[in-house]
C-alpha cells in the first residue's frame, strides 16, 4: 500500500524590477530591526550580520529606488547616533510584509497529494 501524503507549495519571493532584485526578506528583517532598535548598530547586533553587508543592502536598494531608506544621525564620542525609516522604507515593510502574508495564506490552501 503506497501511503499518502498531502504537500503544500511553499513561496520565497522578492521584489524586483524589470532590471533585477530590488527587495527581499533580509532587507526586510534589517529594516524591521532597524525600526525596533532605532539603529544599524543594533539591528546587526541582534541579526548576527556584519554592518557593511548590512550597509550594502541598504545602499543597493537606495540605487535601485532612486530614494532613501534611513534618515541617519550621527553620534558624538559617547554615541547618540541613530537611524530612522523613511516613508520609502515603510511602505516597503508593508507592502512586502501584506504580500508575504498573501502567499502564506494562498499556499495554505493548496495540498497536492504526492505518494
Do not use: C, H, N
Not at 527587495?23 to 541582534?46: C, H, M, N, R, Y
Not at 550621527?74 to 515593510?93: D, F, N, Q, R, Y
Request: charged share 30%.
Amino acid at each position: 500500500m503506497i501511503k499518502l501524503v498531502k504537500i503544500r507549495p511553499v513561496f520565497k519571493f522578492w521584489l524586483e524590477t524589470d532590471e533585477g532584485y530590488v527587495f527581499g526578506e533580509g532587507p526586510f528583517e534589517i529594516l524591521s530591526k532597524i525600526q525596533e532598535t532605532g539603529t544599524l548598530s543594533g539591528a546587526v547586533k541582534v541579526l548576527k550580520i556584519s554592518y557593511r553587508q548590512a550597509w550594502g543592502m541598504i545602499k543597493d536598494i537606495e540605487k535601485e529606488l532612486g530614494e532613501p531608506l534611513l534618515k541617519t544621525s550621527k553620534g558624538g564620542v559617547s554615541g547618540g547616533g541613530g537611524s530612522e525609516l523613511t516613508e520609502v522604507s515603510l511602505a516597503l515593510l508593508d507592502k512586502y510584509s501584506k504580500t508575504k502574508q498573501v502567499l502564506a495564506e494562498f499556499s495554505k490552501r493548496i495540498t497536492v497529494d504526492y505518494f
